[in-house]
């Protein structure tokens, strides 16, 4: 009996589940990728997690589309026995998803930017051109401020 | 607290005031683009954020004696509209985004001209805008998922501000980039925090949320959504350990971003953790006394010194201000944390001081970069004595930072050790002092290198033109003047903190 | 002249011609002008706001309020109108050997030097009318970044390092220290107004009382406390006429004149006699007055060597505090004014010696007496009034040290006041010595009466009569300060 319950548990969290696995697979691409559009394709999984979490959190057991039926004369027919669908979340994911693609978009704009100036998308290898940068900025301007801190 | 029943429809113009001052700035934004001439989107951009300021000061006129304002969008009523919400806390911030934004403007049109290929003007100044409305949105909305739009129209327009700075150093793509990557991440932590609220009262409406957390008492779903919305805002706002993306940011941005962006972005995002914190959640609610004095003192006391610890050895200006503002968060974070109505009007007070003290530094940063191209140290030597009024304005700023009585920033400080000694708290009150004698010491190395060290042979720098220096001699005006006259300031950050410390009641209809 | 306008003519004046040196920079002879004139005036207001209100103390002028509770207001009493008098007194004399030294010594930014000087005096002015500790404190900032430009004046590696350490340990311990025992103090009394009897009494815990009065003994770091003392040598990288005025007279005496404020005003001498909170304070100014003195001995340079003896004396004061008997507080009062006398003469004949030959070793000065008469005679009187022998004023304030060490039943107080006599004569009166009795040995020198410019050895010699006139109106001003600590066993 405990057991079952247990099962239960999780069988009906299934969404939550599904939202905890993408978003950790989307954070852990954004942290361990190096490459910068990957590092973006994990935003974006990251990103979607959170749409399904709020998709799934609007769905009312037995409910359908929240749409009001019409009849030819253009009425409504409001009939109190049918279930909807909460609305809300989806209309904001909306808005989410949208923030998404502009974020998506801005930052492939500037990935190609940085490939323009640094030749490559790798960021080991943008690290290592700025580590180079900043090195010759220390050796240039640092020293002079040795005997002053 | 006395409160002002306001109509649910809007009759005057006044009334419609806490929506026009976000509207404003975005309608500016896409007609800048269509005019496509870069002084006339200047004057464009100028009129509309100071309408929007002029309109943030009315407001506080209005809620400055404690009551509030709400502003029902479309005459729709809350919970199902959105409402905005006016109250002492978020018109003081929105007349400093406001004012810092008008103020750093005509600063911005010669800076622009020498940092800024000519072809990007009109978009800047379109970014410029759009930020600023999202600044704004996100101070005045009392809709918790309006929040979230605005933070996404500020900080998208903020990434691509940052990356503009590109045309200096490369660097600059970078370091948007980064940002992106972490206020990304950031705004979605929100964003779940949000999800999760909803799950658990069925409302997007602030006031509305705090009634039913106040109502049906606290839950693991509430709890989670805490502390995602706690990490969301601490990563906009650069709380110490989430804090990565803002020195880069801020070294490579514009001159006038960064002015603008130190003075006003992490401003916002404390604003509106202060919202969710105090407001939405009870200050009553257990868990949050707990996150409060086991996560915030130890990082805002981490804040405080390695970030001023660390300032105190960079080689580059404008990256050892940036790292001070990391420090400077600190103070405004213990300050929330002492959790008592002296040390939140502390945090509020200095969101204000440090806000003016930082954006007079930048610009005067920004002004001797025109003439040095960088902003390391050595480039900088003498220009203080070279540049009479630039160097004073930075002077002043300078001590406001350290916080010398006289200035803006003592303010702060005094009422934040107050608060620390309400409490009991001494340790805190000694950290507060000893972190500020790091302070000392960074911005006495940068008197030294602008007045001390002779300026290099034939060196032709001069005060900037007048467009430059009146900003920037007005910020420090207001240094010193806050220093003297709180009337404003902190008398202002008292009425909201009080509010704030009355909690889901602040809010309640 | 109402005593109001009066007062804040005082700090006004300095701020005009602080202005004045800006606005005429390139023409010194108008802007020495203007600022004689200043000096002048200042001291003239000073002197109607002692005509108008004697030594009473006059109700609270406040200005404005700045936070709820904390405004920046003024009033006038006995000790404040004493150190204002002394200060823009002095000024018009330093001044005046401040224009000599500057042209004679060839020193550069002229304007700059003069226009901080000026606003160093509106502090101290600030400083000494201020009527609550919010006030004093603002101002004591105020004179601690003011004095920052005149200590780093000459630019050279060790002015910026000399003057790098002057505002560390003076603006450190002052936010640290001082401002943490301001801001306790309002927190437990709910006011920062000087009051008679203090403010604190029954408001803090007996056990606490020792730690506030530590944190403000070491946060007031301008009255040279050991171990925060040691800004005052580094400081002496400046020019003379900045040691002269500041470092012997404005800045260390607003720390010893806010240690006596606090001690008599906030803590109230009975509280402090009746808890004891002060007698550790004691023994520590008892030490620093022997420790000083004795690393005196060892400076080889003249302005080195009268740097540790202003530590030693500044003691004197906070000792006069920390006896906590009204002897010891009239004593402290009292002092500041000879000393400041006496001590000003030494640094000014230091800097004439530097002006007219540039030795800056006492090891250097052998026979100098012999060509520079008025001045060696004008530091003769000078130390003789430091070490306290009668008829010179310094005599006077050391009696009534004694006096209260007495009251108090510190007999080793007594002791240390005269080991410390001896002492002062032991490291003062060998350079005399040296200058009037050793043979000349440096050939550069002239063989006869050489004196240095006129501006330059005037000063010294008026300051020295000074010290002589002290002593017979001694009792006038025990009279003029005994308000202070009316109704104090």
Request: charge should be neutral; aromatic fraction near 12%.
């Amino acid at each position: 009996m405990e057991r079952l319950s247990d099962w239960a548990f999780i069988v009906g969290h299934l969404n939550y589940w599904m939202f905890i696995i993408l978003m950790m697979t989307g954070l852990y691409i954004v942290v361990a990728r190096g490459n910068l559009v990957k590092k973006i394709v994990g935003l974006n999984i990251f990103q979607t997690s959170v749409f399904m979490l709020y998709i799934s959190i609007g769905k009312v057991t037995g409910g359908t589309a929240p749409i009001y039926p019409v009849d030819m004369q253009g009425n409504l027919q409001v009939d109190p026995s049918i279930v909807y669908s909460n609305p809300l979340p989806h209309v904001l994911i909306l808005t989410a998803i949208v923030v998404g693609i502009a974020t998506t978009s801005l930052a492939l704009a500037l990935i190609i930017r940085i490939r323009e100036v640094y030749e490559t998308i790798e960021e080991d290898d943008i690290l290592k051109i700025e580590r180079e940068l900043s090195a010759k900025d220390y050796k240039e301007h640092g020293p002079a401020m040795g005997g002053r801190a | 607290m006395s409160t002002v029943e306001v109509q649910h429809v809007a009759k005057t113009f006044i009334d419609h005031l806490p929506v026009l001052q976000v509207v404003i700035p975005l309608i500016s934004a896409p007609l800048i683009v269509f005019i496509g001439n870069r002084k006339l989107a200047w004057l464009l951009a100028m009129a509309a954020s100071a309408t929007a300021f002029v309109m943030a000061c009315l407001l506080l006129a209005q809620v400055k004696d404690g009551s509030y304002i709400s502003y029902h969008i479309g005459g729709w009523a809350p919970p199902l509209g959105i409402e905005y919400r006016i109250d002492a806390l978020n018109a003081l911030v929105l007349m400093l985004i406001s004012g810092i934004g008008t103020i750093v403007l005509p600063y911005a049109y010669n800076s622009v001209n020498a940092e800024i290929p000519k072809r990007h003007h009109t978009l800047f100044y379109a970014l410029y805008m759009l930020c600023l409305t999202g600044l704004l949105g996100m101070v005045s909305t009392g809709d918790a998922f309006n929040v979230f739009v605005f933070l996404e129209i500020s900080s998208l327009s903020t990434y691509v501000l940052v990356a503009m700075g590109a045309g200096k150093d490369t660097r600059a793509l970078t370091a948007a980039y980064d940002y992106l990557i972490m206020g990304t991440i950031g705004a979605t932590f929100f964003v779940i925090g949000l999800g999760l609220l909803y799950m658990a009262t069925g409302t997007l409406n602030m006031a509305d949320i705090a009634d039913r957390i106040a109502e049906q008492g606290t839950n693991r779903t509430v709890q989670a959504a805490f502390a995602f919305i706690v990490v969301g805002m601490g990563l906009k706002a650069a709380m110490y350990p989430l804090h990565h993306w803002l020195p880069n940011a801020y070294t490579y941005a514009p001159s006038a971003v960064t002015a603008f962006l130190a003075a006003t972005a992490t401003k916002a995002a404390i604003y509106v953790l202060l919202r969710f914190m105090f407001s939405v959640f009870n200050p009553g609610f257990h868990f949050e006394d707990w996150t409060l004095y086991l996560i915030f003192i130890p990082f805002s006391l981490l804040a405080m010194f390695a970030a001023s610890f660390v300032a105190v050895f960079q080689s580059d200006l404008k990256r050892m201000l940036a790292f001070s503002s990391i420090a400077q968060i600190g103070y405004m974070l213990i300050g929330i944390a002492m959790l008592n109505a002296t040390g939140l009007s502390a945090s509020i007070v200095h969101m204000v001081n440090h806000g003016i003290t930082k954006a007079t530094l930048f610009l005067g940063v920004g002004a001797m970069v025109m003439y040095s191209k960088t902003s390391f140290f050595d480039n900088l030597n003498g220009l203080g004595r070279k540049m009479p009024f630039t160097g004073a304005a930075m002077v002043a700023a300078g001590l406001s930072l350290i916080g010398i009585p006289g200035t803006a920033g003592f303010i702060s400080k005094w009422v934040l050790v107050q608060a620390a000694f309400e409490n009991g708290w001494w340790f805190i009150a000694v950290a507060i002092m000893l972190s500020s004698l790091l302070a000392v010491v960074y911005v006495w190395r940068m008197f030294e290198v602008l007045y001390l060290t002779a300026p290099d042979e034939g060196c032709t720098a001069t005060d900037p033109p007048l467009p430059m220096l009146i900003p920037m001699l007005i910020l420090a005006g207001a240094c010193i003047w806050f220093g003297f006259d709180t009337e404003l300031t902190l008398g202002s950050a008292r009425v909201a903190a009080e509010g704030l410390l009355a909690g889901s009641a602040g809010m309640a209809h | 002249m109402d005593t109001s306008t009066a007062l804040y003519l005082t700090m006004l004046i300095p701020t005009v011609a602080m202005a004045g040196n800006m606005v005429f920079a390139a023409r010194e002879n108008l802007r020495d002008g203007i600022t004689f004139i200043c000096a002048v005036l200042t001291f003239a207001c000073v002197l109607v706001i002692l005509c108008n209100v004697g030594n009473g103390t006059t109700g609270t002028f406040a200005l404005f309020e700045v936070v709820s509770g904390l405004s920046i207001a003024f009033h006038v009493e006995p000790l404040g109108l004493m150190f204002a008098m002394i200060a823009s007194g002095l000024w018009i004399i330093t001044h005046i050997y401040g224009v000599g030294y500057m042209r004679g010594n060839n020193e550069q930014h002229h304007a700059r030097f003069f226009a901080c000087f000026s606003i160093a005096i509106a502090a101290v002015m600030g400083i000494a009318f201020a009527s609550n500790m919010f006030t004093l404190f603002v101002f004591y900032e105020i004179l601690t970044l003011s004095t920052y430009p005149l200590v780093a004046h000459k630019g050279t590696p060790e002015a910026v390092k000399g003057a790098r350490t002057y505002l560390g340990i003076l603006i450190g311990t002052s936010i640290v220290l001082l401002l943490t025992g301001v801001i306790w103090t309002f927190n437990v009394a709910g006011t920062l107004d000087f009051t008679k009897g203090g403010i604190l009494e029954g408001k803090i815990a007996p056990t606490l009382l020792p730690i506030l009065l530590g944190l403000y003994a070491f946060g007031i770091g301008k009255a040279a406390l050991m171990p925060f003392h040691r800004w005052l040598p580094a400081a002496m990288v400046a020019p003379t006429p900045v040691s002269a005025l500041l470092h012997a007279v404005a800045v260390v005496k607003a720390g010893v004149f806010t240690m006596l404020k606090v001690g008599i005003y906030i803590f109230g001498i009975d509280f402090l006699a009746s808890t004891g909170a002060s007698e550790w304070l004691m023994w520590l100014a008892a030490y620093t007055i022997i420790a000083a003195s004795v690393v005196a001995m060892t400076k080889d340079n003249l302005k080195a060597r009268l740097a540790y003896s202003t530590v030693s004396q500044l003691s004197y004061i906070t000792l006069g505090m920390a006896l906590a008997t009204s002897m010891g507080a009239l004593g402290g009062g009292m002092h500041i004014a000879m000393h400041a006398m006496g001590k000003i003469t030494l640094f000014m004949c230091a800097g004439s010696i530097y002006v007219a030959y540039h030795k800056t070793e006492i090891s250097q000065m052998q026979g100098l007496g012999r060509i520079m008469p008025i001045t060696f005679g004008a530091f003769f009187i000078g130390a003789l009034s430091i070490i306290g022998l009668p008829p010179l004023g310094g005599s006077w304030p050391k009696f009534l040290l004694m006096l209260g060490a007495a009251d108090a039943g510190h007999l080793i107080i007594i002791v240390v006041l005269m080991a410390s006599s001896l002492l002062n004569i032991a490291y003062l009166l060998p350079i005399v010595g040296r200058g009037f009795f050793r043979p000349v040995t440096d050939n550069k020198l002239p063989k006869t009466y050489a004196e240095a410019p006129l501006l330059v050895w005037l000063p010294p010699a008026i300051t020295a009569a000074g010290c002589i006139i002290l002593f017979f109106y001694a009792g006038s001003i025990q009279n003029f300060l005994a308000p202070i600590v009316e109704n104090t066993p």
